[in-house]
Nanobody
Framework: QVQLVESGGGLVQAGGSLRLSCAAS????????MGWYRQAPGKQRELVAT???????NYADSLKGRFTISRDNAKNTVYLQMNSLKPEDTALYYC?????????????WGQGTQVTVSS
């Protein structure tokens, strides 16, 4: 079993910054891609950014230049640096990881961390 635990969410004023972290633990042989997704009230979950084990990144077009994803493979942790935050960035942010264990390869989700941006 694999667990993903997010942290770093909170309340911030527009224009501010937050850094989210997500640590994976459990029966891990290898973590392939990791990523962040978000879901605002009344909306579908959407991609924020992903990063491969080799460090290749992919971002939602609307977030390029403000958000930066990174990872520390030694710590099984992925980060999301969010700058110049806007009220429309308010959402529940979820971590996702594609994990290989001895038994299987599967995608796992964290429980989410709330980000609220006030105007």
């Amino acid at each position: 079993q694999v667990q993903l635990v997010e942290s770093g969410g909170g309340l911030v004023q527009a224009g501010g910054s937050l850094r989210l972290s997500c640590a994976a633990s459990g029966s891990i042989l290898r973590i392939n891609a990791m990523g962040w997704y978000r879901q605002a009230p009344g909306k579908q979950r959407e991609l924020v950014a992903t990063i491969t084990s080799g460090g290749s990144t992919n971002y939602a077009d609307s977030l390029k230049g403000r958000f930066t994803i990174s990872r520390d493979n030694a710590k099984n942790t992925v980060y999301l640096q969010m700058n110049s935050l806007k009220p429309e960035d308010t959402a529940l942010y979820y971590c996702n990881a594609d994990v290989s264990s001895w038994a299987r390869r599967a995608a796992y989700w964290g429980q989410g961390t709330q980000v609220t941006v006030s105007s």
